[in-house]
């Protein structure tokens, strides 16, 4: 293997040399919007009242936004044909007997499908598989593996999972066992007061980790729009908004709860008296919720559909039929006779005509 | 070429990301980089859009009138058919993971060979036509307007990638730049654009039945000519049908078989075999072309292409169609050739006539790959080898993408190495089956006039190739795809020198011991058994 090799420059790894005069203007315009977009909840909130606005109106806005624009965005993809049987195969094709085939990599059956897509999305194996490529003078390449994007997506999705199943306390009532076992475990490892939940570390160290990606790496910071950063950062703005109120500035649960059942119920009051920072948590949530279908974040429902990687590689075994077919023109081989007739007689080739 | 690049002068890669954003189109059109526009001909030939004489380096690209609602109507159009192209336009969260996967990427350093950011070229019209959120945000969400600018930069951009699918496999999502590439070539045509190395092997294969444009009295005399060579060589004479109505079996294989060296002793190979087990076979003069470099212009002249091969089993009433060693052509057979031209109901599902083994992973196609064939036949013992005429060869195996991603191909053609020559190496893990490397000159990109762009797009495969070479003393890489029997060798001879190129079934045919057979003295490139390298025969480089 080239694993023992050593290297004189790496070109997707951190060089100071390239932070010099940077400009990432994408980010100065997602930071300025952050910025912005908080400024706006604390005029509207402490210097307007306007509490039933950024309660009430938007987050259910939000959610209607939200419903509407992920289903017309799946169902467009879902209506959308899909011509040809195009998996990417990524291991031994089903052929003869004698031969292992990878049922995974290969699906030749709906459940090496189902398999295949459980572990892209439950695991995240394609990004296991990353491989850094560097070169080492004269001319030689290294592959190194590279975790760290995978480990990275992983900490995010994960934690932000358990935070949103997490926050179904404030919207059941009862709160389930399987909730509340959930809760225990994200804080097993503590005996602190106030409870400092697990996944919330991992997920602002991950969060950091995915943001300063996107800015020490020239080609991922090359790659990166200003819609890349403003996702990062509203994210983490929910999150350390979460984390504060947990932590320090203390919200009044029981009116958080109240208000998250009386939205359930179609029948919504404002809070009375909470701490600034729920406002920016709920606004910055909506505005997440409100961007989702418009945004890259559609990937999570994309993937599920995409086409290398939902088919079987049985191509050949099973028609695929493209709904959209229609008749080309083609060059019949009585075109082709006509053209070539005396020059294949004359060398002996059969023929149909005289 | 004047300014090929030289050992003494040779190709630097340079990582350094421009000052300047990517959302400026790059349009530069440097020599040895870029392939020809197709002659016009060509599209005339094909029926093709907006057919004239034009040069990348012009200023005036002569695009029609309406070029930007031609090209807008057209991506509507593809996004209404494919859900592969809006999916992979909506859903990419640029993360990067693609970037070092592309060898175009590892070989040049230029970021917009990035495959995310390839895609993205196309992407950022896409967002400022079609999607809410382009156009509100504009350039905040990467949106951008279409210029002219912007499609010379296609032009240059979607002609530097092979189609290979190596960033599939890495992305999280399953994002095919293919899908992306083939999409943008699409457009490109609809408003004139094309490059030649494509269109005059499909205008050819339309016409003759190949991309070399060999009429069928010069196909006989080829083959002819091969069974001199074959009877010189083996003492034995070969039977060749052609054009023969009622065989079992209709063998296609890409032209340059039969026309190309390497190539060449890949086709004596097949003949050989074909001989020694008695296949009742024919070969088509019709349909002379397995490849179809129809794949690499539109979904609609691949098909018009490939049209043939059933046609033809068709008029010639064969049972079942074998296929020969060939990349792109096998990922057509494999996953268009059906859907494209099907149900191939007037076939019969395959059956190997001297093992008796059904092939029903091919039961609806009704075409095997030579290699599961040669497999079946090994395993089963039907055939004599003797691995020690290849003895002078330490092989290596490059997966040709198309029959690796596309197919899953690994094992078959591993197997009937390991049973025809006494040393076998594999390259590292990281560069063969899924993750294997293209030549760097797929997908109609194997033209002379491209040659610094070919070297780069190869340097990871000959990289990985230098490794066994110098560790192993590799000194032959056999592969199953005629673009690599084309396109590899000058690629080694620069990366990599002592390195030759062949296909499998050469091997095959040397170590193959025939009934009634003279002793063998040389291989079926005329060399003697033992003999060290010769320098590698210098001729055509036209794939099929």
Known sequence: MFKTKRFWVSNFGFRASNLQGFKIMGLWYSVSAILLLTFLVVIGIEGMGLVSFFTIFIPYAALFLFVV???????????????????????????????????????????????????????????????????????????????????????????????????????????????????????????????????????????????????????????????????????????????????????????????????????????????????????????????????????????????????????????????????????TYEEYEEEFRDSMKEVGLPIEKG | MADEPSKEKSLEIDYTIPKKSWMEPSTEFRKGTYCYPAASRHEKYLELPHPREWQPTDEDWKLPEDWREVILRGMEDRLNRYRSYRLFLDICVRCGACADKCHFFIGSGDPKNMPVLRAELLRSIYRKYFTLSGKVFGKLAGARELTEEVVKEWFSYFYQCTECRRCSVFCPYGIDTCEITMMARELLNLVGLNINWILEPAANCYRTGNHLGIPPHAFKSTVDFAVDELQEITGVKVEVPINRKGAEILFISPSADYFASPHWYTFLGYLLLFHEIGLDYTWSTYASEGGNFGLFHSAELAKRLNAKIYSEAKRLGVKWILGGECGHMWRVIHQYMDTFNGPADFLEEPVSPITGTRFDHARSTKMVHICEFTADLMMNNK????????????????????????????????????????????????????????????????????????????????????????????????????????????????????????????????????????????????????????????SGERAG
């Open chain 1, 69 to 331: 624009g992920f289903l017309y965005r799946v169902l467009k993809w879902a209506t959308s044909p899909v011509p040809f049987h195009i998996p990417t195969v990524s291991g031994q094709q089903r052929s003869l007997s004698w031969i292992k085939a990878d049922n995974i990599d290969s699906p030749y059956t709906t459940g090496g499908v189902v398999k295949r897509l459980a572990l892209d999305i439950l695991l995240f194996r394609p990004l296991l598989k990353n491989e850094k490529v560097e070169m080492q003078a004269p001319q030689r390449l290294l592959f190194k593996p590279s975790v760290l994007l995978w480990f990275g997506a992983m900490a995010f999705h994960w934690s932000f999972l358990v935070i949103l199943l997490r926050h179904l306390r404030f919207f059941l009532e009862p709160v389930p066992s399987t909730i509340v076992i959930l809760q225990r475990v994200d804080s097993i490892f503590q005996g602190l007061i106030p409870v400092i939940y697990i996944t919330d570390i991992i997920i602002l160290v991950a969060l950091g980790y995915l943001f300063v990606r996107r800015i020490i790496y020239p080609q991922v910071r090359y790659i990166s729009l200003s819609s890349d950063y403003f996702v990062l950062l509203l994210i983490l703005g929910i999150v350390l908004s979460g984390v504060l109120m947990r932590l320090i500035y203390k919200v009044d649960l029981v009116q958080v709860k109240e208000w998250a059942m009386a939205m359930l119920r179609l029948r919504p009051v404002a809070p009375k008296e909470v701490n600034l920072l729920f406002y920016i948590h709920l606004f910055f949530i909506s505005l997440l919720v409100a961007y989702f279908p418009l945004s890259k974040l559609m990937h999570m429902p994309g993937i599920f559909l995409s086409p290398t990687r939902n088919l079987t590689n049985t191509s050949r075994n099973q028609r695929h039929i493209n709904p959209w077919d229609y008749p080309v023109k083609t060059h």
């Open chain 2, 383 to 538: 055939l004599r080898l003797d691995p020690s005429r290849n003895r002078k060869w330490k092989v290596t195996y490059h997966d040709s993408c198309n029959t690796a991603r596309g197919m899953g191909l690994f094992e078959e053609p591993r197997y009937i190495l390991r049973n025809v020559c006494q040393e076998f190496y594999e390259m590292p893990e990281n560069t063969i089956k899924e993750k294997t490397f293209c030549c760097g000159s797929g997908s109609g990109l194997g033209a002379d006039e491209n040659m610094e762009t070919r070297l780069r797009g190869g340097f990871p495969r000959a990289n990985a190739v230098r490794y066994v070479h110098e560790k192993f003393g590799v000194n032959l890489l056999t592969c199953i795809c005629a673009i690599d029997r084309a396109t590899l060798p000058p690629l080694l001879e620069y990366w990599v020198p002592g390195v030759e190129v062949a296909g499998v079934h050469e091997l095959v045919g040397n170590a193959l011991v025939l009934r009634g057979e003279k002793e063998r003295t040389t291989n079926l490139r005329g060399e003697p058994l033992d003999s060290t390298i010769s320098p590698s025969p210098s």
